[in-house]
DNA sequence: ATGGCCATAACATATGGA
């Protein structure tokens, strides 16, 4: 079974990569961030046709969004995050079946934050402790379980192609790294550092400044497996492909590999 | 030469992204 996770910056301008993509990389569960449309403009008939006729939506305008692209049938689908009022539309959960039995999914658009001291930032800090509790007690319900999403979080200095230059601006902080070590020490382990990997791996770059083809970016994008999935978790990979298209998203995709 | 982009709204400019 495969899965992955995509900030595709607009599922509207994207609709053709994400059908282009998947045709390619038929992975089983996809889940989208940052969707900037409403639910009612969600595209479920396209991408029932692109052989995904199981889709959960949770949606807003312009903003945000996040959705579960799936071949098989999504149950439990629970929007945002249990116990933390949010105005933005950025969790989708649910429960898909896997080898080895019932996987909970959850599909995460973290805030970005825009830089360390601004409201932006604080309100990051506490949706990141609002994400932990609820991470918390999906576990406990559901011990295999997958985090997935854009975390807008590189969790080490080799994750950053400039650890030095940028240390302590956003997605670089100590509060910010802090709170994705919370969420490892619940139980979670970051499927790519599972495996040997290249130098210099990255999920997103910058549109300005040559940033693709310099290779100056970030590894922001996520997937976390729970200790009672982790024997299951066969490779997990950045996929550029998508990335040297035209009119790409600044994000590419990470696929996770489950054995079965 | 230290900046160079992109998507959206209903604007020809502003906001947010990361």
Known sequence: MKLAT??????????????????????????????????????????????????AAFGQKTYNGVALLSRTPLRDVVRNIVGFDDEHARVIAATVEAPGGPLRVLNGYFVNGQAPGSEKFAYKLRWLDGLLRYVAAELAAHPRLLLMGDFNVAPEDRDSFDPEGLRDTIHHTREERAHFQALLALGLVDAFRLFEQPEKSYSWWDYRMLGYQKNRGLRIDHLLASEALRPQVRGCRIDRTPRKWKQPSDHAPVILELAG
Not at 12 to 33: F, I, K, M, S
Not at 34 to 53: I, N, R
Request: hydrophobic share 40%.
């Open 6 to 55: 995509w900030n595709v910056n607009s599922l509207t301008a994207r609709l053709q990569h994400v059908r282009d993509w998947t045709a390619l990389e038929p992975v089983d569960l996809l889940g989208l961030q940052e969707l900037k449309l409403t639910d009612d403009k969600f595209p479920a008939e396209a991408l029932a046709e692109a052989g995904y006729p199981h889709c």
